[in-house]
C-alpha cells in the first residue's frame, strides 16, 4: 500500500500539521505501507488558468511546474492524505490551489450517480483505474471541534467528485499545544503522537480507525476554558513586549 502525504502548511517541517502527519504516517509504515510526506511549500505550484488545456490533452496541463511529478504521485497512491492547517475554517491557500489544479487528472462530463446526482465520470488516470481513498489531517488553534465543520465537508464533497471515500478525518483542535513545547503537556502530546501512530497501523490494517481510536482522536488536549486562559496570556505578553519596543 502506497500512502502519499501532501501537506499545505507553510511551516513545513516545524508545524503542527506535520507533527500529526508524522506520527501518523511513522504508524502506517510500521504497518508495512509505503508512505511519502510531501510539502507543497517547497514546490512550484502555481494557479490554475481555468483554460482547459488539460481537457484535450489526455490530462496534461499548461503550466509547466511541479503539479506534473506531483499528480504522479497522486495518482499511484492507494490513500493520499491531504493535510493542511485550518485557514478561516477552510483548507490554507496554498492547499486550495494544489486541489484546484488536480482537476487536470480528472474526467470531464457527468453521469448519474446511484444517488441520483450528478458525478463526474471515471477517470483513466489513476492506478488500476482506482482512485486513492482521501484523509484528511488538519490542525488549528480555536478549542472547538464545530471550527472543522465547513472544512469536513468540503473534503467529503472533494472525495465524492473524486468517485472515492474519506476513509478517516483527524482534526486536532488546541494544535498550537503540538508544537509549544510545555513541559507539563509533554505526556499528552506523546500520547496523542502514540494515537495517531496506532491510526496510521488501522489504516492499514482495516482502512478505518476503530471506534476507540476515532473517540480519542476527538478530544481537546486540555479543557478548552484553561487552553483559552493560558493562550489569551501568551498573547496578551506577547502583544505588551511589541508594545514597550
Ligand atoms: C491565515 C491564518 C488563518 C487561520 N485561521 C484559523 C481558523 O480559522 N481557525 C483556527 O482555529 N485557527 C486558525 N489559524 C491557526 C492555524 O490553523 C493553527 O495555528 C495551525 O495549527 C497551524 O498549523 P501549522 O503549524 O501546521 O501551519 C489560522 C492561522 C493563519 C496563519
Given amino acids: ?20 502527519v508524522t ?10 505501507a509505503e ?9 512550484e505550484i502555481n494557479h490554475c488558468k481555468a483554460c482547459y488545456h ?30 493542511t492547517p485550518l485557514y478561516v475554517f477552510n483548507v490554507s491557500g496554498m492547499m486550495k490551489v494544489f486541489m484546484d489544479r488536480s482537476i487536470c487528472i480528472g474526467s470531464p462530463g457527468y453521469e448519474k450517480g446511484e444517488d441520483g446526482e450528478y458525478q463526474s465520470r471515471p477517470s483513466k488516470h489513476f492506478k488500476n483505474g482506482i482512485p486513492p481513498k482521501f484523509i484528511v489531517i488538519a490542525s488549528a488553534t480555536r478549542p472547538d471541534r464545530s471550527n472543522f465543520q465547513a472544512l469536513s ?12 471515500d474519506l476513509a478517516a478525518e483527524i482534526y486536532a483542535t488546541e494544535g ?3 508544537t509549544a513545547g510545555v513541559k507539563e503537556l509533554e505526556p499528552i502530546i506523546n500520547g496523542y503522537k502514540e494515537l ?10 482495516d482502512m478505518k480507525f476503530s471506534d476507540e481510536t476515532q473517540k480519542l482522536l476527538e478530544q481537546n488536549f486540555i479543557p478548552a476554558d484553561i487552553y483559552v486562559q493560558r493562550f489569551n496570556a501568551k498573547i496578551d505578553m506577547f502583544l505588551a513586549g511589541s508594545q514597550n519596543k
Fill in 1 to 20: 500500500m502506497k500512502i502519499t502525504a501532501f501537506n499545505g502548511s507553510p511551516r513545513r517541517k516545524s508545524g503542527n500539521t506535520n507533527v500529526m
Fill in 23 to 32: 506520527a501518523f504516517l511513522e504508524g502506517a509504515e510500521a504497518a508495512g
Fill in 35 to 43: 508512505v511519502e510526506n510531501i510539502f507543497l511549500a517547497d514546490k
Fill in 54 to 83: 488539460c481537457l484535450s490533452s489526455g490530462g496534461k496541463c499548461s503550466i509547466d511546474d511541479d503539479m506534473g511529478d506531483l499528480m504522479s504521485k497522486f495518482v499511484a497512491s492507494d490513500i493520499v492524505v491531504l493535510a
Fill in 153 to 164: 465537508l468540503l473534503m467529503k464533497k472533494a472525495a465524492k467528485g473524486w468517485l472515492t
Fill in 176 to 178: 498550537e499545544l503540538l
Fill in 196 to 205: 495517531l501512530h496506532k491510526a496510521g497501523r488501522e489504516i492499514v490494517k
